[in-house]
């Protein structure tokens, strides 16, 4: 099974529509696409429609950073998955860690908005990933079967088609640390057995799973370089035209 790569770069809340504008671009016009990498950007809301926009006529997909699970209605503040849609988005992340820690979802909220997203005819990019001190307790396995368990329930075979899952331990993210290349490998090779097992080998072998915390042009090519690794999901180093540009470089043809 030759998965494709998937670069994703997480804005997080930055930059505003004409600085969305300005790195698209800087982007399209230095980045030469290869047929085995697929791009994404993760923009705020705010900068969803004008970079849907922006992107038409390009193979660079466009993905929300969150949304929330009813269709309309008297929800204030919240966007709904067909809106996302409208702006040109194909993905949005469900589960980030900033969503879990500082806004309290839990897992039955990221089981729903999931749900939702798929229903609505989009690609949940699920993350999940454990905190520094249940790695340093040797607690990585429990906390991701936890999540997986409980933010895919009731989530279908056909289903699984729609999602691709992205390691992020909580400890790499924004800190400079990542985990090796091999323990990354490690823990995405576990994602995968245990997505072999919920589901079956076939799925396991075509599900996407990234590896997110630090990634930079300096590591990116390590990460990529291992078997089980299907791209990445960049926070910081996706902020700069250039160096998404060197870390979607460093994705390999498989
Ligand atoms: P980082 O963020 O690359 O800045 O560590 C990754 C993420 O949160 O997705």
Redesign the pocket.
Known sequence: MNRKMLIAG?W?MHKTPDETEEFITAFVARYQERPGTDVLIIPPFTSLDRAGRLLVGTEITLGAQDLYYEEEGAYTGEIAPHMLRACGCTYALVG???RRALFNEDDAVVNRKLRATINAGLTALL?VGETLTEHRAGKVEKRIIAELTRDLAGVTHDDMAHVVI?Y?PIW????GETATPEEAQATIKLIRGWVATAYNDQTAAAVQILY????KPGNAAALLGQPDIDGA??????LDPESFIQIADASLDR
Do not use: F, P, W
Request: hydrophobic share 30%.
């Open positions: 997480n997080k980030h860690s900033e993350c992205a992020e790499a993210i924004g800190t997110g915390g630090s990634v999901l960049v926070g910081g180093a996706s």
